[in-house]
């Protein structure tokens, strides 16, 4: 009995030795690696707090992100807005400068009209008639020439008939039926100019389609759009001032169809399927873009 306590306890010796100098050389370890003179539970704090610390930046970081989008939804009226109305309302505005002068003024629509008279005297003709849908005959010519555009031929039918319905609402439905003015000829219903509106919009809608293509394409349907408001008052039909308002009622009008369009039809719908992996498991990951 004796023996088996003597063995018991030399045993105990001689292995406390070795187990407290792995603990020291660990320590030791940690000391070294870290550059602190502190405990493992001190090691504990600090990677504890480092934890900490890069959850308040993650959590600052989304707070702000969140702020910066929520600005910007809230904003009430989009950058687009403002850029595209730019053009269509200095139009507006300057067709109705014209209305506001004295006849004798420089500014004056008669005098202006007038002075269109007399520069294109013997001018007159019925090309305003059909130019003003030149434009919009090139956006579906160019579409089958195979010229990219900005939509497909779907989206750019279901966009043309809807600018189209809203200019006529803007000038036959409300303007002309409600504001008395008279022709330069005699005529009645002269505000604003229902043919310069309808060049605009052809001519907006092939800028807006095939800008990237070309400029010179832009600049050709504008150049139409133009020529179209300048022969109405050439034909004796209309005033500067119905032909500057048309003009910013025929882009106003593309522009806002453009801007609140969604292009829902002629897209196919693109399927993704891959495989996923997990802690537990697997099984397929699957996702459709509508």
């Known amino acids: 009995m004796k023996v088996i306590r003597l063995f018991f306890i030399i045993v105990i010796v001689t292995m406390q030795q070795p187990l407290f100098s792995q603990v020291a050389i660990f320590n030791n370890s940690m000391d070294f690696n ?42 009430i009226i989009p950058p687009k807005w403002i850029k595209g109305a730019i053009v269509p309302v200095a139009l507006i505005m300057a067709g109705t400068i014209t209305l506001l002068p004295e006849s004798n003024s420089l500014l004056s629509k008669y005098k202006i009209h007038d002075e269109v008279l007399k520069l294109f005297a013997g001018a007159e003709s019925g090309i305003d008639n059909s130019l003003q849908f030149a434009p ?45 003015s008279g022709r330069p000829n005699g005529g009645l219903n002269s505000m604003p100019s229902g043919h310069t509106a309808q060049a605009f919009v052809s001519a907006t809608i092939l800028d807006m389609e095939y800008r990237d293509a070309s400029p010179w394409i832009s600049l050709a349907g504008y150049a139409a759009a133009t ?18 308002i048309g003009a910013g009622i025929g882009i106003f009008s593309t522009k806002v169809v453009y801007f609140t369009h969604h292009y829902r039809f002629g897209n196919k719908n693109k399927m993704v399927i891959l495989p996923a992996f997990y802690k537990n498991g697997g099984g397929i990951s699957f996702a459709m873009v509508l």
Request: charged share 20%; net charge positive; aromatic share 8%.
């Open 34 to 75: 870290w550059g602190l003179k502190r405990p493992l539970a001190s090691l504990k704090d600090f990677a504890f707090s480092n934890n900490r610390s890069f959850s308040s930046r993650c959590i600052d970081t989304l707070m702000s992100d969140t702020f910066k989008l929520n600005e910007m939804q809230n904003q």
């Open 136 to 180: 919009l005959a090139a956006v579906f010519a160019l579409k089958a020439a195979g010229v990219k555009s900005r939509s497909d031929l779907l989206n750019q039918g279901i966009i043309t008939a809807k600018a189209e319905l809203l200019m006529m609402v803007i000038v036959h439905g409300i303007m002309k039926s409600k504001i008395p």
């Open 227 to 244: 020529t179209t408001g300048l022969y109405r008052m050439i034909n004796n039909k209309h005033w500067i001032s119905d032909v500057l």
